[in-house]
T-cell receptor, first 112, second 109 residues
Framework: DTAVSQTPKYLVTQMGNDKSIKCEQNLGHDTMYWYKQDSKKFLKIMFS???????INETVPNRFSPKSPDKAHLNLHINSLELGDSAVYFCASRRSDGDEAFFGQGTRLTVV | DQQVKQNSPSLSVQEGRISILNCDYTNSMFDYFLWYKKYPAEGPTFLIS?????DKNEDGRFTVFLNKSAKHLSLHIVPSQPGDSAVYFC????????FGTGTRLTIIP
C-alpha cells in the first residue's frame, strides 16, 4: 500500500501545453511538499502546504500553481510549459516539522 | 545560496569496509537533520535522523554524528554492503527540508 503516490510517473509533452501532476498520501500527514530535482540532481523545494494552506512558496514562476483540495492531496498544475521545466518532480509529506518526510516515486517531466 | 553542502559528489568503498559520508550546513537555526538514500527512478527514502540536541544516533549498520559547533554531520555505514550503492542526501529541517547536493556511494564487491 503506497504511502505517497504520484501520477503520472512519466510525462512527455510539447512546449506551451498545460499539464497536471497529482499526489496523494494515505499517512494522515498535515504537511505536503513539491520538490524539483533538476539536471544537476539538486532537490529544491517549490511549495509546502499545511492543512490545505500554502505556507512555503519558493521563487517559482507563477506558471506553477499547486492546489490542495484536501489534506491528503496536493496537485501541481503547470501552464505554458517551457523546455527548462523538464525535471523530476517529487511530492512528499510529513506529520510535523520534527519528523522525516516521505517521498513519492517522482514524475519525470520532459518538455519537447 | 546552498545552505546544506555535500562536498564529495562520489565515493567508492570496498565491501565490508566503513563508508563515511559528510555534510556541512550554514544555518544555525536548523534543529533536525536527516539522511536519505535514493535509487535511480525512485523517490528518496528516509534512512536515519538526529536531533540537534544529540551528537550521535545509531540504527543497525548506520550511525549519524552531529558536530554543532562545526556545523557538520556525517553518516557512517559499517560494514558496507553492495546494496548500499545509491545516492545519499543529507537534509536539514526547519519548516521544510533543505537538501544537500548528494553523494553517489558505490560499494565495490
Amino acid at each position: 500500500d503506497t504511502a505517497v503516490s504520484q501520477t503520472p510517473k512519466y510525462l512527455v509533452t510539447q512546449m506551451g501545453n498545460d499539464k497536471s501532476i497529482k499526489c496523494e498520501q494515505n499517512l494522515g500527514h498535515d504537511t505536503m511538499y513539491w520538490y524539483k530535482q533538476d539536471s544537476k540532481k539538486f532537490l529544491k523545494i517549490m511549495f509546502s502546504y499545511n492543512n490545505k494552506e500554502l505556507i512555503i512558496n519558493e521563487t517559482v514562476p507563477n506558471r506553477f500553481s499547486p492546489k490542495s483540495p484536501d489534506k491528503a492531496h496536493l496537485n501541481l498544475h503547470i501552464n505554458s510549459l517551457e523546455l527548462g521545466d523538464s525535471a523530476v518532480y517529487f511530492c512528499a509529506s510529513r506529520r510535523s516539522d520534527g519528523d522525516e518526510a516521505f517521498f513519492g516515486q517522482g514524475t519525470r517531466l520532459t518538455v519537447v | 545560496d546552498q545552505q546544506v553542502k555535500q562536498n564529495s559528489p562520489s565515493l567508492s568503498v570496498q565491501e565490508g569496509r566503513i563508508s563515511i559520508l559528510n555534510c556541512d550546513y550554514t544555518n544555525s537555526m536548523f534543529d533536525y537533520f536527516l539522511w536519505y538514500k535514493k535509487y535511480p527512478a525512485e523517490g528518496p527514502t528516509f534512512l536515519i535522523s538526529i536531533s540537534s540536541i544529540k551528537d550521535k544516533n545509531e540504527d543497525g549498520r548506520f550511525t549519524v554524528f552531529l558536530n554543532k559547533s562545526a556545523k557538520h554531520l556525517s553518516l557512517h555505514i559499517v560494514p558496507s554492503q553492495p546494496g548500499d550503492s545509491a545516492v545519499y542526501f543529507c537534509a536539514a529541517s526547519d519548516k521544510k527540508l533543505t537538501f544537500g547536493t548528494g553523494t553517489r556511494l558505490t560499494i565495490i564487491p
